[in-house]
């Protein structure tokens, strides 16, 4: 799973589909202290929208009344703790509470900029089975952790002394991010090397890029042959491959995707791999938007909530590309939005899916400001595929299945070094049809 250093979104790298909004509150007329009225905004955020309403199985009612009379909230620190404490009792980690620091960093991540140390950090599924050791994707151009000599799958043991086995994307992003200027110690494992060492970088205002793109020339003949698929294009084509990553969803996510398909398009670009390995998620709507640059008609995703479906998202005919072979690399690290995106190409037969099965974090998340300036981050709905699988602790299933050990760099220059290897694997080939899928559906369902 990936997470720009500084921002905790999603990522675990857990991104969330996020909206953000701000509430009036109804509160009670008797005389209350002002930490206890954060404690009822928080409590009203979730009343008002939280996808279960059973709470779990209890009385949120009840919940309220308990807390305000038993729960120490005499300080901001004593009021933050009984707010985490009640939505605890959801037993969801997806609806939390942000302090102001954690809020406005989430909001910055969103817009396209962060406050840490400039690195794509996500899980090693290579180690141990547990996915739990923390290692760069890649560093920021020019950014402090690049300049002090961080690479790619180089291993970040410790942040500021504590172990990062066992962290998830959110605690590991929360110890990196903090305000600018001020300093954050990494220690970190040069990849292929047992030594560890320490570096003290300074952070500082980052402004990421979510989607970079390579058009690899000499692709070999074993990974652009197509088969014989619904989507496969004749193997005479160019062999040039136009490869797009896309590390978050933020309201940058969509244009610069556009721009990469445009550009590898009118560099000759025949077949397109989309690369969202470690892709946590991010906004929701910068999803489906890039889903609808590859699908000229069908459905792109359901949003049920406990009622049942109560929206759909459809393709609006504006696709940019809606012909070219495509493969989608996924991986566990494939979260949320990525998911919403890799599913609605695989249900409406447009895209192979390559990798491992994703996460399953099929859950949307609305974002509420409290008054002090921190938030509640409120799950709302989840999401179905086209076929109406539940991605939600299921994940997507790949087309086909690669390892960690057979799958390719997530670099521009290290994908095409990949692909032109003789014994690389067949990335493009046949792709299922809608009615497949849709069958397949209906029999796990009996």
């Not at 009840?62 to 807390?67: K, Q």
């Not at 309201?251 to 670009?269: D, F, M, P, V």
């Not at 759909?312 to 809606?322: C, H, P, T």
Request: with cysteine; aromatic share 6%; charged share 20%.
């Amino acid at each position: 799973m990936c997470l720009q250093a500084g921002l905790s979104l999603a990522s675990i790298g857990l991104a969330a589909a996020f909206a953000f909004s701000t509430w009036e509150h109804a509160l009670p007329a008797h005389a209350v202290t002002p930490e206890q009225l954060l404690f009822l905004e928080a409590w009203r955020a979730v009343d008002r929208a939280y996808v279960d309403k059973s709470f779990n199985g209890q009385s949120w009612f009840r919940l309220r009344e308990r807390y305000m009379k038993e729960e120490a909230m005499n300080s901001t620190k004593e009021t933050y703790a009984a707010i985490r404490k009640a939505l605890a009792t959801l037993d969801d980690p997806f609806t939390r509470f942000l302090e102001p620091t954690q809020y406005a960093a989430l909001r910055r991540g969103t817009a396209g900029s962060v406050t840490g140390v400039g690195l794509e950090v996500g899980f090693d599924t290579k180690t141990s089975g547990s996915g739990n050791s923390l290692v760069v994707i890649t560093p920021s151009a020019g950014g402090p952790a690049e300049r002090a000599g961080i690479e790619p799958r180089d291993g970040v043991v410790a942040i500021n002394d504590r172990q990062t086995q066992g962290l998830s994307l959110y605690e590991a992003g929360d110890l990196l991010q903090g305000t600018e200027g001020s300093e954050v110690t990494l220690t970190v494992r040069k990849h292929g090397q047992d030594t560890t060492k320490q570096l003290t970088l300074v952070r500082e205002k980052i402004n990421f890029n979510p989607v970079s793109s390579q058009l690899c020339s000499g692709a070999s003949s074993s990974t652009i042959s197509d088969g014989a698929g619904e989507a496969a294009a004749s193997s005479s084509g160019s062999g040039k491959v136009g490869y797009i990553r896309v590390a978050t969803f933020s309201k940058q996510t969509a244009e610069n995707a556009r721009n990469a398909i445009q550009k590898l398009k009118s560099e000759g670009a025949d077949r397109f791999v989309l690369d969202v390995r470690n892709n946590g998620g991010g906004l929701f709507p910068a999803g489906v938007d890039v889903a609808r640059m590859w699908l000229d008609s069908g459905e792109i995703v359901l949003i049920a909530d406990s009622q049942g479906v109560r929206d759909s998202y459809e393709a609006d005919g504006g696709a940019l590309d809606a012909t070219s072979p495509l493969s989608v690399l996924v991986n566990r690290g494939t979260a949320s939005a990525s998911e919403v995106l890799a599913g609605a190409l695989k249900d409406n037969g447009r895209a192979r899916i390559v990798g491992e099965r994703t996460f399953g974090k099929g859950l949307i998340q609305t974002i509420v400001e409290l008054s002090d300036g921190s938030g509640v981050a409120v799950t709302v709905a989840r999401y179905q595929t086209p076929a109406g699988t539940d991605i939600n602790k299921v994940g997507i299933q790949p087309d086909v299945t690669l390892g960690p050990d057979t799958m390719p760099p997530a670099d521009g220059p290290g994908f095409c070094k990949f692909v032109a290897s003789a014994d690389a694997p067949q990335l493009f080939g046949p792709v299922r049809s809608k009615a497949s899928v849709a069958a397949d559906l209906v029999v796990s369902t009996r």
